[in-house]
């Protein structure tokens, strides 16, 4: 069965502070891991998938990293509207890419 | 652009009625997914379809039923409502498995059962 964990499970930072949400996996083949970002009220908005170890991508301050075991979002220099929560998701071999998902970071940027 | 539709955005139910939540997407899109999320809790799969006329249990199908009679609309339908179904929902669509493409997203009904 696969398992996805996140931490920290809520985050608040000041503006300009980075900082790292974190994601632990456990997958029967990883075809793919996905972020995603849900703001109150709406449903979840893709913001990048991740293939395989030592893969990275980049989105104006945010970065995702990928290892065997985990994923790392980085938010460089975070402003108030970076205000979300964060999903982790994977999609394994064991189904129609149906995802796993974790129970996601709340992150709240104060100006 | 629509993308994913999800109808109605807000109802309260009582328990025992039933009701069936809507979705359509206009990106031709083969595969389609229901899920449910609770407070503090991540999405999960209720059914899913990889195309007309095919369906299947996801993780938490108890209480629910779906069809797919065509490419775009993809129905869910609660019987007998019970205040455990309680939740937001959320419908999404996505091509082939092949393409590793990410799912897309309504922004989900929210149902209240009393």
């Known amino acids: 069965e696969d398992q996805v964990t996140q931490s920290p499970e809520a985050l608040r930072l000041q503006e300009g502070e980075s900082s790292s949400l974190n994601c632990s996996y456990t997958v029967s083949g990883l075809r793919g891991l996905f972020w995603y970002r849900q703001d109150p009220g709406k449903g979840p908005e893709f913001l990048f998938t991740l293939y395989s170890a030592g893969e990275e991508k980049e989105k104006e301050r945010l970065k995702a990293t990928l290892t065997k075991k985990e994923s790392f979002l980085h938010i460089t220099a975070p402003k108030p509207e970076d205000s979300a929560t964060y999903l982790c998701a994977v999609q394994g071999n064991s189904g129609y890419s149906t995802l796993t998902f974790g129970k996601g970071t709340m992150l709240l940027v104060s100006p | 652009n629509a993308g994913v539709t999800q109808t109605p955005k807000f109802r309260i139910l009582k328990i025992g009625q039933s009701m069936t939540l809507q979705c359509t997407q206009d990106m031709n899109h083969n595969y389609m997914y229901w899920y449910r999320q609770d407070p503090g809790m991540g999405l999960k799969l209720i059914y899913y379809?990889?195309?007309?006329?095919?369906?299947d249990k996801g993780e938490v199908p108890n209480g629910y039923n779906v069809s797919r009679s065509t490419t775009e609309d993809f129905p869910l339908r609660l019987e007998l409502a019970a205040p455990s179904q309680t939740s937001v929902y959320f419908c999404?669509?996505?091509?082939?498995?092949?393409?590793?493409?990410?799912?897309?997203f309504g922004d989900g009904t929210r149902l209240s059962i009393l």
């Open positions: 999404a669509s996505t091509t082939r498995a092949i393409s590793n493409q990410p799912q897309h």
């Open positions: 379809s990889v195309g007309a006329g095919i369906t």
